[in-house]
Antibody, heavy 117, light 107 residues
Framework: QVQLQESGPGLVKPSETLSLTCTVSGYYISSGYFWGWIRQTPGKGLEWIAS???????YYHPSLKSRVTIAVDTSKNQFSLKVSSVTAADTALYYC??????????WGQGTLVTVSS | EIVMTQSPATLSVSPGERATLSCRAS??????LAWYQQKLGQAPRLLMYGVSTRATGIPARFSGSGSGTEFTLTISSLQSEDFAVYYC?????????FGQGTKVEIK
């Protein structure tokens, strides 16, 4: 059974960098599929952020591309997300998920990140 | 960016009744359309992909139809565990985008 678990600080100061890690169990990331990050807010709903393939090929949401970096560490069976220069608008529930390219499944439980001084 | 629009925002249905949810894309997404269910306090769960293929473990009362820009998710006979928020999502190209959701509530 594939399971994903997000981890990272729950509070980030404005202008700093948000860093999250997703640890995958029950499946080797290196075996294939894309791996992605999605965030959810009451105002904007579900927003796909980025997805990465084990080879390193990555795709980003155009509106976030200048501030976002997604990376994969197959040795640790993890992938990560960095969002730089955060503002209150980056406050959200962040999810990681396996991106099958025909749907996102499964998802992690989500981690709430608040941007505040 | 393709905009996904769902209707209605809220659907009030009695248990045992049929629920029909709509999703419209601002341009064709072919058959690259998925549906998700999200219950309160939980992550979304993949229900359907390729418009009409149920994900693993999804009961047959869930069905999907449509193509191009107009899609429908039908729940044939609502069970108590089906009251939730449902999202459509296209994966036709990047960025993949979601609709704003339809809340199915008990009437």
């Amino acid at each position: 059974q594939v399971q994903l678990q997000e981890s990272g600080p729950g509070l980030v100061k404005p202008s700093e960098t948000l860093s999250l890690t997703c640890t995958v169990s029950g499946y080797y990331i290196s075996s294939g599929y894309f791996w992605g990050w999605i965030r959810q807010t009451p105002g904007k709903g579900l927003e796909w952020i980025a997805s990465i393939y084990p080879s390193g090929t990555a795709y980003y949401h155009p509106s976030l591309k200048s501030r976002v970096t997604i990376a994969v560490d197959t040795s640790k069976n993890q992938f990560s997300l960095k969002v730089s220069s955060v503002t209150a608008a980056d406050t959200a529930l962040y999810y990681c998920a396996r991106d099958l390219r025909f749907g996102l499944d499964p998802w992690g439980q989500g981690t709430l990140v608040t941007v505040s001084s | 960016e393709i905009v996904m629009t769902q209707s209605p925002a809220t659907l009030s249905v009695s248990p045992g009744e049929r629920a029909t949810l709509s999703c419209r894309a601002s341009q064709s997404v072919n058959s690259n359309l998925a549906w998700y269910q999200q219950k309160l306090g939980q992550a979304p769960r993949l229900l359907m992909y390729g418009v009409s293929t149920r994900a693993t473990g999804i009961p047959a009362r869930f069905s999907g139809s449509g193509s191009g820009t107009e899609f429908t998710l039908t729940i044939s006979s609502l069970q108590s565990e089906d009251f939730a928020v449902y999202y459509c999502q296209h994966y036709n190209d990047w960025p993949q985008t979601f609709g704003q959701g339809t809340k199915v509530e008990i009437k």
